[in-house]
């Protein structure tokens, strides 16, 4: 368990997210994949997220994570899924 501390408190979060991609269900595979594991942790590198476990199957995506107290879940989820969303569109799809 690793405690992050804040000016006035000490917390620990964890959460386990999981989701399936809105459009191309079934081709999570390949360099698409891998594509998508990269930009998650470049993501939450960026927002001091601190992912745990990281796994894109062929048609959900399973994330272990913890991050500050400040943000809310859906704050978080949202960073994920809408800049790994408009970088995988860029690269793959045009």
């Known amino acids: ?5 804040a000016a ?11 989701w ?4 191309r269900k079934g081709l999570l595979t390949g360099e698409l994949a891998k594509r998508v ?4 942790r470049e993501i ?4 001091d997220i601190a992912i745990e476990e990281l796994e ?7 994330i272990f994570c913890s991050f500050l107290a400040r943000y809310a879940i859906a704050q978080v989820v949202g960073w994920l899924k ?3 969303a408009r970088r995988c569109f860029r690269s793959f799809l045009e």
Do not use: G
């Open 1 to 5: 368990m690793v405690w992050r501390r």
């Open 8 to 18: 006035h408190s000490a917390y620990d979060t964890a959460y386990h997210l999981v």
């Open 20 to 23: 399936s991609p809105k459009y």
């Open 37 to 40: 594991e990269e930009l998650f």
């Open 44 to 47: 939450a590198q960026a927002h």
């Open 56 to 62: 894109a199957r062929v048609d959900h995506v399973h």
């Open 82 to 84: 809408s800049e790994s």
